[in-house]
């Protein structure tokens, strides 16, 4: 019996499963009927051939055709005829017979607009761009034209281009991980359910070439290019070499604790914490004044706002002929250049990422603020530190004396110099009238250390002291240490992190923001 009533049930279940595929089958035809007749009443497309996706681009021709930039292009540009590449940052479809599109390139947007006409733009061709995925990579032909009034939706405000052609070089497949006008939203904004979400950090991160794409990131981006620029120009016209060091190392640079182990043939070689010991030895080789721009290695599992395991390190080191604050005033002319530079040469770029990350404009003196580490541990007591907390200054101290500068002084840039021997390196020279502090300085950027320098050791005897009172085992670094036994003159240098001055300068509250593609304890992809 239970047989039976299966075989019915069965029976009716195909039943309706047949009659929902014939239905699905009559509204498909209907609705195949509906578009054919559509296109029968629009008639032949006369326009097919200003539209469609091109064949793959394999270097076919070579027709030397001037391309635009799209932030060239003003009000002084109407009805120039134009050819550029962008992507289409958003499109909207304003009836059977007009679109329009926002063009990006890197930074800079543009109002596009396809009206249908008797000669180049069909119905068929406005709803073929209409229907084009955000972030399509497209060949655009048109007029540039004087908008009437201010498009406020485009970098571009005073012009639009009228599309004549339009061709799909590169479509999207799928859907976007998340959309580059919830991307690009203001730090600040409040959520509104239903009408936007927040793009959180990690999401960002996981799809960074989407993520890059934003305005704020390749403004981001273009200051960090501006700092190396900055930095480069500046040694070079102050009598510097650029030098290029090995990352692979045979011992540790400063100590075991936060070197990454490497296998090297058939024993283990080290990823270089920073270019400190090549730096030096090329000082003893008479190149006077060295800098290098490259990748730093520190194996440290710090998850923090500031830390990467990898870094951009900016480094110099220089010979000194009086006293160590020869390397100090340079340090500081340089980061004002850098800032100065900023300033007037990039105020485009560092508006733009102010519109999402919303900060007060960074302020230094002209006369450098300097500090030595007990009038700073002094400042930090009256605003009721403990002193016996203050051997060393922590983050949340360095921030805490940040803002207390920033109120007694009026600046977001200040050094702090004579730090105390036991929280420098071994190779830090001590100071000459107090063995308890060294020659050596930090600067600070809104509260966070930016750069480490001092004075080195050029005497191998005293190096070798030092070094053990460190523990660290002086044959571990013979190669090191002979460079100074041939005679090294007195030197001294710094190690900057770029990525941390392009966050503090623009205040993105995060150093995996100024990173292209981030390392840290838990990030090795992408």
Request: net charge negative; aromatic share 8%; with cysteine.
């Amino acid at each position: 019996m239970s047989d039976v009533v299966e075989t019915k049930s069965a029976l009716k279940k195909k039943a309706k499963e047949e009659e929902k595929a014939r239905k699905k089958a009559e509204k498909g035809a209907k609705a195949k009927e509906a578009e054919q007749a559509r296109e029968a009443a629009e008639g032949p497309d006369y326009a097919a051939a200003h539209y469609g996706k091109l064949p793959l681009h394999q270097s076919q021709s070579r027709p030397n055709r001037k391309r635009t930039d799209i932030a060239t292009l003003s009000a002084k540009n109407d009805s120039e005829h134009v050819l550029l590449r962008a992507r289409i940052q958003t499109s909207r479809l304003q009836s059977s017979k007009m679109a329009f599109l926002s063009l990006r390139q890197r930074t800079d947007t543009i109002q596009a607009m396809l009206a249908v006409n008797d000669k180049q733009v069909s119905k068929q061709m406005v709803k073929w761009v209409a229907g084009l995925s955000d972030e399509s990579i497209v060949l655009v032909h048109g007029t540039v034209v004087k908008s009437p009034e201010s498009i406020k939706s485009c970098s571009i405000d005073d012009v639009e281009i009228h599309v004549s052609e339009l061709w799909l070089v590169a479509g999207v497949e799928g859907r976007l991980p998340f959309s580059l006008e919830d991307a690009s939203r203001s730090e600040t904004a409040p959520e509104v359910e239903g009408q936007f979400s927040r793009v959180l950090l990690d999401t960002r991160l996981n799809n960074r070439i989407v993520d890059l794409r934003t305005q704020t990131n390749q403004a981001i981006f273009k200051l960090q290019h501006a700092i190396g620029d900055l930095f480069r120009d500046y040694l070079n016209n102050n009598g510097f070499v650029e030098i290029h060091s090995p990352k692979l190392q045979g011992a540790a640079t400063e100590s075991g604790a936060s070197v990454f182990k490497v296998g090297y043939f058939k024993g283990n070689a080290f990823l270089a914490q920073s270019p400190q010991l090549a730096k030096q030895m090329a000082i003893a080789a008479d190149f006077e004044r060295v800098y290098e721009i490259g990748p730093v290695f520190r194996a440290e599992d710090s998850n923090t706002h500031r830390h990467l395991t990898e870094f951009i390190g900016l480094d110099l080191e220089m010979t000194i002929e009086e006293h160590y604050h020869e390397v100090k005033d340079l340090l500081d002319g340089m980061f004002k250049t850098i800032f100065k530079g900023l300033k007037e040469s990039y105020a485009k770029e560092i508006a733009v990422v102010g519109k999402q990350f919303e900060a007060e404009e960074f302020k230094w003196r002209e006369e450098t603020l300097t500090l030595t580490f007990r009038e700073a541990v002094d400042l930090l007591v009256e605003d009721g530190v403990d002193r016996e907390n203050l051997n060393d200054i922590n983050t949340e101290n360095e921030k805490r004396l940040g803002r207390l500068v920033k109120a007694k002084y009026d600046t977001d840039y200040f050094i702090i110099d004579k730090f105390p021997l036991e929280l420098r390196p071994f190779y830090t020279m001590p100071d000459p009238n107090d063995p308890t502090l060294t020659n050596s300085y930090d600067f600070f950027m809104r509260g966070e250390e930016i750069l480490s320098g001092a004075q080195r050791i050029h005497d191998p005897e005293f190096l070798c002291q030092q070094m053990q009172a460190k523990g660290v085992d002086p044959e571990s670094m013979k190669g090191y240490i002979d460079g100074f036994r041939m005679g090294c003159p007195p030197h001294g240098g710094g190690g900057i992190g770029l990525e941390r001055v392009l966050m503090l300068f623009l205040k993105l509250n995060n150093i995996r923001r100024a990173s292209l593609f981030p390392r840290d304890p838990k990030r090795l992809e992408p």
